[in-house]
């Protein structure tokens, strides 16, 4: 059973839909990254975060450590936000500083207009 | 300009050649990483390096190695190229730790990729 696990691995809704995005580890960690994976290939860092919830523009990432299950969520998403988003977690207790992450397989999330 | 930058971003190549990418940052990064990406699997660290002196195995280091000429580029050598070695790579760097209640965390900045593929 792989450490990070993100569900679903394919999503596709019609534009404006609210998306959610899973992702559960087994592992202790000090962090979790949400990344996103243009159509291009780039990586580009959404959120990094270690409790509660953070907010940026249309974009919401929740965690919560004791269930050890983080979330993603879309408002009103729109055909731009298609893209593959992947989850990550630093594990707690490796070399201070060093920041070991270990990824989830990531969803791709399709949304037609 | 980006601030991390690999070359090159895509290549093919033959089985048991040697192949170099290279990756160069301008933020003053200390720490840079390389990873490989497969289809259906998520990215899996290669190697990485917490300053010029120090170079550290990842999960999956064998087949590779890297070199860190400066601060700012990191390479990623294919000693003799096999065709199981086709992927997505990316470099990635980041900060120093910053310290919070006693863990420690920092954004990974990634750069574009470099495709390659071994035949």
């Known amino acids: 059973k792989n450490e990070v696990e993100q569900s679903p691995q394919n999503l596709t809704a019609q534009e404006g839909e609210f998306i959610t995005i899973n992702c559960s580890y087994s592992?202790?960690?000090?962090?979790l990254h949400w990344l996103q994976q243009h159509p291009g290939g780039g990586i580009v860092s959404l959120f990094m975060l270690s409790s509660g919830k953070k907010k940026h523009g249309r974009l919401i990432a929740t965690i919560n450590i004791q269930e050890k299950h983080s979330s993603l969520h879309i408002t009103a998403s729109h055909p731009r936000d298609s893209a593959v988003y992947i989850c990550?977690?630093?594990?707690?207790?490796?070399?201070?500083?060093?920041?070991?992450?270990?990824f989830g397989q990531g969803t791709r999330l399709t949304i037609n207009p | 300009d980006a601030d991390v930058t690999q070359t090159p971003r895509n290549r093919i190549t033959k089985t048991g050649k040697r192949i170099m990418l290279e990756c160069s940052q301008t933020?003053?990064?200390?720490?840079m990483y390389w990873y490989r990406q497969d289809p259906g699997l998520g990215l899996r660290l290669i190697y990485y390096?917490?300053?010029?002196?120090?170079?550290n195995k990842g999960e999956i280091s064998d087949g590779y190695s890297v070199s860190r000429q400066a601060q700012a580029k990191f390479s990623l050598s294919l000693e003799s190229a096999i065709p199981n070695q086709t992927a997505l790579y990316f470099c990635a760097t980041s900060d120093r730790a910053l310290n919070n209640g006693g863990s420690s965390y920092n954004e990974q900045f990634f750069g574009p990729g470099t495709r390659l593929t071994v035949l």
């Open positions: 390096s917490f300053d010029v002196k120090d170079i």
């Open positions: 592992v202790g960690i000090s962090a």
């Open positions: 933020k003053g990064h200390d720490r």
């Open positions: 990550a977690v630093r594990l707690f207790g490796w070399y201070q500083g060093a920041q070991k992450l270990v």
